[in-house]
């Protein structure tokens, strides 16, 4: 067994600290002049974290560029740009211990993953139980072009490791230094000062840019038959990918979550990294992300604030159940409902005028799907239809849905119906 060089890392108890002794390759990457950053406990008995006295080269271009669209595309935030770099390469049978990072290095950071796929465990206590093999509490796996971001309790109170390799890998480690621990003279990389995420706005122009826009390249992908949709990574994307992490970890890790995953699997297209969605993991995430019942609020003429929407739409729309309010654009907000009766209530009411602070705004509201622009017309719509004179062993729902069904996609039958009257909703 051979372990890739893990000498950057504390915390480490005593068999696993054997085990780093057969480390075998770290490259390290930082700036020129600076002096060498040593995330070393080697075998010169210098101690874990960063070495103040050896120089390194500076970070590559392909790496900054890396740096910029973590920040860029909100996988690492703004305050926390890395400022070094530590690339594992894994030869097939190599393995990466239990550890947690150095200190010296601050939350979040995050590892992208290439070559190959492999898990990573964590666990506050994990177990080695066989040469390169380690047990803990969950283990996640790193698909290739993947970026797992550590932070809280994932980076500081468990420990991870990777078990032996089956083929070659190799894993980019990004973290920023903290402040009180960067060598003597080390100066900031000028080229990435100020990044900041891109704003949905900016996020959507630079889509339309530099790949096709969300709705054309939706068309075309249409037309695909493996039934997948590729979009442009966008913050949505990666919002969305962060919630698949975090939903796997509260439903196997036992400790208190303050930590993210993400995954994306990250493929060239047109030479822009592109991130490709199945329909079904599209449809999971709406449904994780309750949005089964979502609709949108447009105000064409102005709306009152958020705080005033959230406290009267419940109460003059009369929503009877959860109503979860956010604001889209300055002219519309998404409305997130949890029963069809007050999606059927809200779809099917041509205009609500809500009264705040002595103002009457109109509300008209539309279909939320994830394809929709708001801003462009939608020819979808909800309406109740009338069956005059249906003989009553025809209002059965069954009937009464695949009479409907000729007009559009029923959703539900009224109370007036159920109780042998005569009305029931379409879509
Ligand atoms: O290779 C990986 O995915 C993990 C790397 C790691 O834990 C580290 O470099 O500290
Ligand atoms: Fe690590």
Known sequence: MSCVDMDQEDELDAEEETSVLET???????????????????????????????????????????????????????????????????EEGDCIPPHIDSHDFVRPFCTVSFLSECNIVFGSNLKTVGPGDFAGAIAIPLPMGSVLVLNGNRADVAKHSVATVPTKRISITFRRMDESRRPIGCAPEQDLLGLQPLSHEADRCEKSSTS?????????????????????????????????????????????????????????????PSITWKSSEIRDLIIQENLQYAIIGKFSYGKPNIMELRKQIPVQCNIKGDCNIGVLDARHILIRLNILEDYVNLMSTAAFYIKAKDMLWQMRTRKWDPWLDPDIETTIGVAWISMPDLPPNFFAKKAIFSIASAVGKPLMVDMATKNKQDLVVRE
């Open 24 to 90: 075998k390759l770290n490259i390290e990457l930082s700036r020129e002049h600076r002096e060498h950053i040593r995330f070393c406990n080697d075998n010169k008995g210098n101690p874990p974290g960063i070495l103040k006295s050896e120089t390194v080269d500076p970070l590559p271009d392909l790496l900054k560029n890396m740096i910029r669209r973590l920040v860029r595309w909100h996988v690492l935030p703004p305050d926390c740009v890395p400022d070094s770099c530590i690339v594992n390469i894994y």
């Open 212 to 272: 096709k826009p969300w709705h054309s390249t939706r068309e075309q992908l249409g037309r695909r038959e493996d039934n997948k949709k590729i979009v442009g990574p966008s913050s949505s994307a990666v919002l969305a990918a962060v919630c698949i992490g975090v939903f796997h970890f509260l439903l196997e890790f036992t400790l208190p979550i303050s930590h993210l995953v993400i995954w994306i699997s990250l493929v060239m297209l047109h030479g822009e």
